[in-house]
């Protein structure tokens, strides 16, 4: 079984920055991705930010030029950099962990940006 632990959410001021940060443990052998989501109220779930552990990124096209993904292959960590935060980034971000064996979820961290 795997689990997804994320850290780093909470309120911040537009304009300013934020990094969240998921670990991922349990029996993985191998995995393709790991990435960002977010869901705002009302909203349908988005895709952030994904990552390959070769280091290919790809972004939504919302957040492009504003977050940056990164990740440990060592101890299956990725993080969300998070600049010059809107208040239309307000969501739950769910780190996400993608492997032959299906996709895992961690239970999700909320980043309300207000003023």
């Known amino acids: 079984q795997v689990h997804l632990v994320e850290s780093g959410g909470g309120l911040v001021q537009p304009g300013g920055s934020l990094r969240l940060s998921c670990a991922a443990s349990?029996?993985?052998?191998?995995?393709?991705?790991m990435g960002w989501y977010r869901q705002a109220p009302g909203n349908q779930r988005e895709m952030v930010a994904r990552?390959?552990?070769?280091?290919?990124?790809s972004y939504g096209d919302s957040v492009k030029g504003r977050f940056t993904i990164s990740r440990n292959t060592a101890n299956i960590t990725v993080w969300l950099q998070m600049v010059s935060l809107k208040p239309e980034d307000t969501a739950v971000y769910y780190c996400?962990?993608?492997?032959?064996?299906?996709?895992?979820w961690g239970q999700g961290t909320q980043v309300p940006v207000s003023s």
């Open positions: 990552i390959t552990p070769g280091g290919r990124a």
């Open positions: 996400t962990l993608d492997r032959l064996e299906g996709s895992s």
């Open positions: 349990g029996t993985i052998d191998s995995w393709y991705a």
